[in-house]
């Protein structure tokens, strides 16, 4: 249920950015955003690419989540590696992944910097969280995994709602969006890297497994691809000009 009311909580933020954009004074373009939307669900849910890549996503999870190693896992970190420190870190951590956090700063900072680079990031962010939701949910009942403090997490679907790791998913989206808008190779990794952390927090807290938190991030990033690949039609323009009686030239125009 807690999901669920994240998810409309998100919805609610969308929602109200073309009135509070008007308020402040900023101009928006909602078809446009609209749009990429409508394109970045067909990118992910309509695309036989992407859901071959969701489906291995799903069978290394299952694999983990089905078998002792998930257990393994939570049992060697839980008794080897967690301590206050890492309890602490942990409260830092998980700030990313909470839905009452990321999407406000991700509709202000679009609100408010729409022109520049910063606003692109928190637009590729947002357009991420939305395409990404829905299949986020349907998983995390549809596996049917429960906490570690609940029982193991083998999948009995529909049975409980924490197959996939919510703060997982949100805290790496916005990580994971400006690694893909950076060229420095240094600087995209350690992007990456801090994309896992979300995740790492909640394993840390006992509150999910492995493969829920690992689920989470690939739903991230695959949902950041679907926005990249979005945008890459949007900048292909292909033009076709006739040559008198020597036939027609076809022209492709990428921006980049």
Same mark, same amino acid.
């Given at each position: 249920?807690?999901?669920? $009311?994240? $998810?409309?909580?998100?919805?609610?933020?969308?929602?109200?950015?073309?009135?509070?954009?008007?308020?402040?004074?900023?101009?928006?373009?909602?078809?446009?955003?609209?749009?990429?939307?409508?394109?970045?669900?067909?990118?992910?849910?309509?695309?036989? !690419?992407? +859901?071959?890549?969701?489906?291995?996503?799903?069978?290394?999870?299952?694999?983990?989540?089905? =078998?002792?190693?998930?257990?393994?896992?939570?049992?060697?970190?839980? !008794?080897?590696?967690?301590?206050?420190?890492?309890?602490?870190?942990?409260?830092?951590?998980?700030?990313?992944?909470? @839905?009452? %956090?990321?999407?406000?700063?991700?509709?202000? #900072?679009?609100?408010?910097?729409?022109?520049?680079?910063?606003?692109?990031?928190?637009?590729?962010? +947002?357009?991420?969280? %939305? $395409?990404? /939701?829905? /299949?986020?949910?349907?998983?995390?009942?549809?596996?049917?995994?429960?906490?570690?403090?609940?029982? !193991?997490?083998?999948?009995?679907?529909?049975?409980?709602?924490?197959? +996939?790791?919510?703060?997982?998913? %949100?805290?790496?989206?916005?990580?994971? =969006? /400006?690694?893909?808008?950076? !060229?420095?190779?240094?600087?995209?990794?350690?992007?990456?890297?801090?994309?896992?952390?979300?995740?790492?927090?909640?394993?840390?807290?006992?509150?999910?497994?492995?493969?829920?938190?690992? +689920?989470?991030?690939?739903?991230?990033?695959?949902?950041?691809? #679907?926005?990249?690949?979005?945008?890459?039609?949007?900048?292909?323009? @292909? /033009?076709?000009?006739?040559?008198?009686?020597?036939?027609?030239?076809? #022209?492709?125009?990428?921006?980049?």
């Amino acid at each position: 249920m807690y999901h669920i $009311v994240s $998810v409309a909580v998100l919805f609610l933020f969308i929602s109200i950015m073309c009135p509070l954009s008007e308020s402040l004074g900023i101009e928006i373009s909602a078809s446009e955003d609209l749009s990429n939307i409508k394109n970045d669900y067909k990118n992910f849910y309509l695309s036989g !690419d992407n +859901l071959i890549q969701l489906g291995i996503g799903l069978g290394v999870a299952g694999l983990f989540a089905n =078998t002792s190693m998930d257990g393994d896992i939570q049992d060697f970190y839980q !008794d080897n590696v967690r301590s206050d420190v890492t309890d602490d870190l942990s409260k830092i951590l998980k700030v990313p992944g909470s @839905v009452f %956090i990321t999407p406000p700063v991700l509709v202000a #900072t679009y609100l408010i910097f729409k022109d520049s680079s910063a606003g692109e990031w928190a637009q590729r962010s +947002l357009r991420a969280l %939305i $395409v990404g /939701a829905p /299949a986020g949910l349907l998983l995390q009942r549809a596996t049917g995994g429960s906490r570690p403090s609940e029982g !193991d997490s083998k999948w009995r679907p529909f049975d409980d709602a924490n197959g +996939l790791s919510g703060h997982s998913f %949100i805290g790496a989206v916005p990580f994971i =969006t /400006a690694a893909k808008m950076n !060229d420095n190779f240094y600087v995209k990794g350690l992007l990456y890297g801090l994309s896992v952390l979300p995740g790492l927090s909640r394993i840390n807290d006992n509150k999910h497994y492995f493969s829920q938190t690992a +689920l989470g991030w690939y739903l991230a990033f695959l949902s950041c691809n #679907t926005v990249e690949k979005t945008n890459v039609k949007n900048n292909t323009k @292909v /033009a076709i000009v006739p040559l008198s009686n020597k036939g027609l030239l076809i #022209t492709i125009n990428r921006s980049f």
